[in-house]
């Protein structure tokens, strides 16, 4: 049976009171995961032949995010759901198998519910499934109308008598269709209701007309089915979903001294005996291995760490750390930055694209962009790698056991060579040959007895005026 998936993206998402246009709802991130990569990441498991998003607000943001992940499709004029899914036609229309329809808004649904869903579908020889909820205020939803079994209407909010109105068992918005039939009937969706548009729910009606088997499957966790309309329902969804993935991480081991206060996205994957320290944020394609001290305070993202790592109120994105290194306080890593094992980075330094060896150490206050160094090596306090004249970025290196003293300034390109030294507050433009010390700096001349003599002009200037 082959399995294919629609998510409907085209709605403007008013409610947003956004006033860009490059932006679309479902492009609003949670854990700095837009809402509809949020509903890729619940379809990836299942198994699906092939999936089609229906773009049309923001239509290039939209495309953007779900372009690697499925086809996209245009819905130029927003007439209505069923209207959505009739230009998913001339990609899905007149094949065999089954349709799972979701939202782009809906970010919290997990894949056991959707697989449930089909699964329901299936056993069950449906031809339309209807995933439902009971709410205490069905305010805005579809209201079920069922009978022996068989759903016979959902009955839109504006469209409701007042009977109707009173059902609390709605429509959570996903559907598994018998994908032939869907098609076949969405030609005869009207837009004779209150809101004048194609409703894809007045397909339950069409689908009873024909004798078809429609049902419905309760959703055990309504949170999941929870729409985004506004910011405030946004900030909802992104703390139901902190809350899910971080405690998934604690049951498998990982130790999260304040839950409430730290913040992971949903690809992040993290070791046992991992330890997160509150205000920290953990985002993109991260993987932390065991053991790790992490936090308090520090942002990370695509970041691969090892073993046994101390990082301590840092920012660190796109770079890489090996096993037992110790980094931070305020430690900046950008693009490229590998630190190797048992390296040392101290307080107030900034690694770019760089490669800091196994064991070197580099305690406090210096910036290493476009650099190689080696193993071993000692970068003294406020050293700088300048790689950069306005135009292009030059690369140095600093081989092994190289001692760079203190207040260095290095004006790439330049290689320093194995077990090196530069003087403190030198100013290397040219390369260092291994085991040479390079002093490049005025030579100090002491006057004897001249800070009195100038503090003494100075006050008689002074008292002048
Ligand atoms: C819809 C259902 C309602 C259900 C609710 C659950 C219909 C008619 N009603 O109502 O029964 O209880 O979802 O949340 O389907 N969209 C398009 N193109 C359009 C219109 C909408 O792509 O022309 C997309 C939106 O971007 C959104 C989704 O479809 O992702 C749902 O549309 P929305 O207008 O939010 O429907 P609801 O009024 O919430
Ligand atoms: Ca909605």
Redesign the pocket.
Known sequence: MKKYAI???????TRMKSKRDDIS??SFPILETPLVKCVLYSLEPLGLEEIVT????GAKASEAIVKDHSKVVY?L????????IM?AAPVLEGKEGITLIT????PLLTSKTLQNLIDYHLNNGMDMSILTGILENPK????IIEEDGQVKA?R??KDCSIEENAIKV?????YVFDNKKLFDCLPLLSTE?A?H??????LVGIFNKKGYKVGQMPCEDFDE?L?V?DRVQLARAGEILRDRINEGLMLSGVTIIDPKNTYIGPKVKIGADTVIYPGTHIYGDTVIGEGNTIGPDTYLSNLKIGDRNKVIYSHIVDSEIRNDAHVGPYFRARKGALIMDHAHIGNFNEVKNSTFGEASKCAHLSYIGDSNIGKDVNIGCGTIIANYDGVNKFHSEIKDHAFIGSGTLIISPVTVGESAMTAGGSTITNDVPGHAMAIARERQTNKEGFADTFKQKALDKKNKK
Not at 7 to 13: F, P, S, T, V, Y
């Open positions: 998510i409907l993206a085209a709605g403007k998402g709802k479902v229906v773009v049309g607000h819905q004029e927003q007439k209505g759901t069923g209207h959505a230009m939202c782009g808004d809906t805005g939803y579809g209201r959902i839109e909010q709605i429509n959570a918005g996903v209701n809101a548009e194609y409703y894809l729910t007045d089915t729409g309309n």
